[in-house]
């Protein structure tokens, strides 16, 4: 499991689904911040579960073998079982990955100590269906001294920034702020 932190939404974003595409065939994504059509031209693989919480809760629709179904970031018990019937659903399915993007919308409901909670069950879960996890959550909250009890849900935290001359570059964190050099991540 790791979280993915940067300096600005395009740098998140690129980055997650980046990596999302390169990780996993079909998997899970849950966006507080990009509705699903966004998601879904991004986002390759035919299997992939959506949980849509930018719109109204408790719709769901499925097209092109994407499963989408909604749920509020103000509700994180039907979030929490939306997530959870979604592992469910690719429990059998290798290289399945969970994407969440992001952290940033669940703070502006929930204190970093309810959402350290909900983390706790969530990455709890994927790691007994042997599931790998993309989370992103923004640098200014992950450089918060509160956030540190969501950071220790996660086995590394990966820092993102794009430099003055364009390069995406990277640092692995850890979970301690363990330093690092910053290193280009597009050829």
Known sequence: MFLLTGDGNE?????????????????????????????????????????????ADGVSVASDGQAVTTASCGNLTRLGM????????????EKTVL??????????????????????????????HEMGGIFMSPRQANDAPEFAIVRTHFD???GLHRAETGLMKAKVEGKADTGGEWRSIES
Do not use: M, W
């Not at 693989?45 to 719109?55: K, S």
């Open 11 to 55: 740098v998140e974003y690129d980055a997650f689904v980046r990596l999302f595409n390169s990780l996993s065939q079909d998997g899970i994504v849950v966006s507080t911040k990009y509705p699903a059509s966004t998601l879904s031209e991004d986002i390759s693989g035919g299997g992939l579960t959506i949980v849509d919480c930018t719109r």
């Open 82 to 93: 939306r997530i959870s019937d979604a592992i469910e659903r690719h429990a059998e399915t």
């Open 99 to 128: 994407g969440f993007h992001s952290l940033s919308q669940l703070l502006a409901f929930h204190s970093p100590d309810v959402i350290g909670q909900f983390l706790q069950v969530v990455v709890g879960q994927l790691r007994n």
């Open 156 to 158: 590394y935290v990966v």
